[in-house]
Nanobody
Framework: QVQLVESGGGLVQPGGSLRLSCAAS????????MNWYRQGPGKERELVAV????????NYLDSVKGRFTISRDNVKNTLYLQMNSLKADDTAVYYC?????????WGQGTQVTVSS
């Protein structure tokens, strides 16, 4: 019954900001590292950011370093992605993801469109 529900996407101008959320349920959220992926139009799905179970370690796709921040609230069972200085190339469906039991679980995705 793992469930991941993304929200917070929308249309934003280049240089703008958005904060995505992922509400997690059906597993012990605090025990697992979490990930954000994205898939742009006509592109492969790519790993954007990773955060350790306790939030003490993060890592990012090179193209978003310095602009995006992944975080989590283990009390609220929620994962976040703060996206600043957005570019047109950030346009994609963004997915929350967790790996466990030798498989990955995915949310439905939330659309981020960066356009003027």
């Amino acid at each position: 019954q793992v469930q991941l529900v993304e929200s917070g996407g929308g249309l934003v101008q280049p240089g703008g900001s958005l904060r995505l959320s992922c509400a997690a349920s059906g597993f012990t959220f605090s025990a697992y590292a979490m990930n954000w992926y994205r898939q742009g139009p006509g592109k492969e799905r790519e790993l954007v950011a990773v955060i350790s179970s306790g939030g003490g370690f993060t890592n990012y796709l090179d193209s978003v370093k310095g602009r995006f921040t992944i975080s989590r609230d283990n009390v609220k069972n929620t994962l976040y992605l703060q996206m600043n200085s957005l570019k047109a190339d950030d346009t994609a469906v963004y997915y929350c993801n967790v790996g466990m039991d030798f498989r990955h679980y995915w949310g439905q995705g939330t659309q981020v469109t960066v356009s003027s």
